[in-house]
């Protein structure tokens, strides 16, 4: 199969395709930076697909499946700048939807389980939907932009997606990163999170494609915990004695609202594909096993 990855740069972006080209396929990854090793440069904001992407790969023999993998994640930058961060997370994956669809190319889109309003966790699919900040509201107005007009689309929504190495930046980068100079780790308190495996989100996404998954789907890992539970079960797993403080939501000065409870039920998934997602632990386990040393144990 092919595949355009938009956003391949990114953290989730270049594990999928790693993943994908791992399994044969033909891949084209997109960054919107110019001289980015092995990606093709495509800006959201001036580029135009059939200028960026060879036209034998959009034309010739099967479509590829577009994946779009590209955002302004930045929640606070996303209520600052409406404008452009409308512009990269809605109005130009329409577009590029759009072209997908003159051509009957597959579409699959990430989104997030902050499209629901973060009172309960553990959400299924059917729940309804109510964002409660504007990075939301974006990723919300695509989804149901693509439920309306092309129902060929997979829209993965994901909640707290971690690596299992420090060779990128994810949470467990950041904690590690906060431990290796002596600083407390500081969570929201009651901040509730489905931690899920980049490398489970690959696999997951490339086995859905191949076999032409349709629909909604939560991608998640099995355990759903505060940030505060996983801050202490990496300090317990790594040996890190940093301290993990709790702080309430609104300490955090954040400019737009937070889901509260974003943890999300991958059951659906799990099912339709076959396949079982990592716990907390054996991810834990796994990035600290990756990342080599670790920072030295010394007394806070
Ligand atoms: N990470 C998570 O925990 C998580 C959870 C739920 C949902 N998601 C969803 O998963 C997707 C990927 O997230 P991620 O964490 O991998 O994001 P990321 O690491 O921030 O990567 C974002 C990607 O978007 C690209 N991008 C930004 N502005 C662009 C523009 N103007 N034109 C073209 N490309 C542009 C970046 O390219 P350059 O860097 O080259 O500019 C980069 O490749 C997003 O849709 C996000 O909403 C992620």
């Known amino acids: 199969m092919k595949f355009l990855v938009i956003g391949a740069s990114g953290f989730i972006g270049s594990h999928l395709m790693n993943e994908l080209r791992r399994s044969g396929h033909e891949v084209i990854g997109t960054s919107s930076h110019e001289g980015v090793d092995g990606l093709l440069k495509f800006d959201l904001l001036v580029d135009t697909l059939t200028k960026a992407i060879p036209r034998r790969f959009l034309e010739l023999g099967d479509p590829p499946v577009i994946v779009l993998a590209a955002v302004q994640g930045n929640m606070d930058r996303c209520l600052a ?82 690596g299992e190495t420090s060779r990128h930046h994810h949470l467990l980068t950041e904690w590690w990163e906060l431990a290796r100079d002596h600083m407390p780790i500081v969570c929201v308190e009651g901040m509730e999170i489905s931690p899920t495996s980049v490398n489970d989100i690959s696999k997951g996404l490339k086995l859905a494609a191949e076999r032409g998954l349709r629909g909604i789907f939560h991608l998640a890992g099995p355990d759903r915990m505060t940030r505060a539970e996983l801050a202490n079960r990496f300090c317990a797993i790594g040996n890190v004695k940093s301290p993990v403080v709790e702080k309430p939501l609104s300490a955090f000065g954040f400019l737009d609202g937070r889901a509260l409870r974003s943890s999300l039920n991958g059951n659906k998934f799990q099912d339709a594909i076959g396949m079982r997602f990592s716990t907390a632990n054996d991810i834990l386990q796994r990035f600290f096993k990756n990342s080599g040393a670790l920072p030295s144990p010394t007394d806070y």
């Open 81 to 162: 700048d409406p404008h452009t961060s409308r512009l990269i997370n809605v109005a130009k994956p329409i577009a590029l939807i759009r072209h997908a669809m003159s051509y009957g190319a597959p579409v699959l889109f990430l989104s997030t389980g902050h499209v629901f309003d973060g009172t309960l966790g553990n959400r299924i699919e059917s729940e309804p939907i109510k964002p409660v900040n504007e990075y939301a509201r974006q990723k919300l107005e695509v989804e149901q932009f693509l439920q309306d007009e092309y129902p060929n689309a997979l829209i993965a929504r994901m909640d707290k997606v971690v």
